[in-house]
T-cell receptor
């Protein structure tokens, strides 16, 4: 059973650019959630995808968007990057179905915006 | 609305001493509660979870937590700290399966030899 993987591990962009982060969910999981973790803070929920549809969104502007693919992998896209977007971006996968679930996290992508 | 408060952003204990990390939650419906650990430059690893079964939950690496509804608390404990326990610990709450998690701001645990 493979865990959650994310790519790239590190990324440096300049203000105004666009970035795409990728996540492969754990085998057997159908739900992917994305979180932003600023330095010294807890993760903040960005949005969640279930069966290729957005299934909840946190307090993030529309320039944060995402996709989920039929194999349940996912992308996070951020347009018009701002300095405050510098953070660790975490992807978590889970199984949404009967019973309780747990979100399993990937190692994250460290984004630096200059 | 759901939220989590972690009291003490930094906790230091001596090796072999009791570890106690505090978490209080706010939820309008019965919560699911989680503790995660984060080592430097890594993602979050699940330590344990409460999902309305036994109120005393045992996790990995000797950690356990007790759900106390009357106190809206879910404190994390370990009887004897080990150097390898030094990390950032996050408490999180959700309210139904597949829902978003609300995380606390974290507690950094330092273990003194």
């Amino acid at each position: 059973e493979t865990g959650v993987t994310q790519s790239p591990t590190h990324l440096i962009k300049t203000r105004g650019q666009q970035v795409t982060l990728r996540c492969s969910s754990q085998s057997g999981h159908n739900t992917v959630s994305w979180y932003q973790q600023a330095l010294g803070q807890g993760p903040q929920f960005i949005f969640q995808y279930y069966r290729e549809e957005e299934n909840g969104r946190g307090n993030f502007p529309p320039r944060f968007s995402g996709l989920q693919f039929p194999n349940y992998s996912s992308e996070l896209n951020v347009n018009a990057l701002e300095l405050d977007d510098s953070a660790l971006y975490l992807c978590a996968s889970s199984w949404t179905g009967t019973g309780t679930d747990t979100q399993y996290f990937g190692p994250g992508t460290r984004l630096t915006v200059l | 609305a759901q939220s989590v408060t972690q009291l003490g952003s930094h906790v230091s204990v001596s090796e072999g001493a009791l570890v106690l990390l505090r978490c209080n939650y706010s939820s309008s419906v019965p919560p699911y509660l989680f503790w995660y650990v984060q080592y430097p430059n890594q993602g979050l690893q699940l330590l344990l979870k409460y999902t309305s079964a036994a109120t005393l939950v045992k996790g990995i690496n000797g950690f356990e937590a007790e759900f106390k509804k009357s106190e809206t608390s879910f404190h994390l404990t370990k009887p004897s700290a080990h150097m390898s326990d030094a990390a950032e610990y996050f408490c999180a709450v959700s309210v139904w399966t597949g829902n978003q998690f609300y995380f606390g701001t974290g507690t950094s645990l330092t273990v003194i030899p």
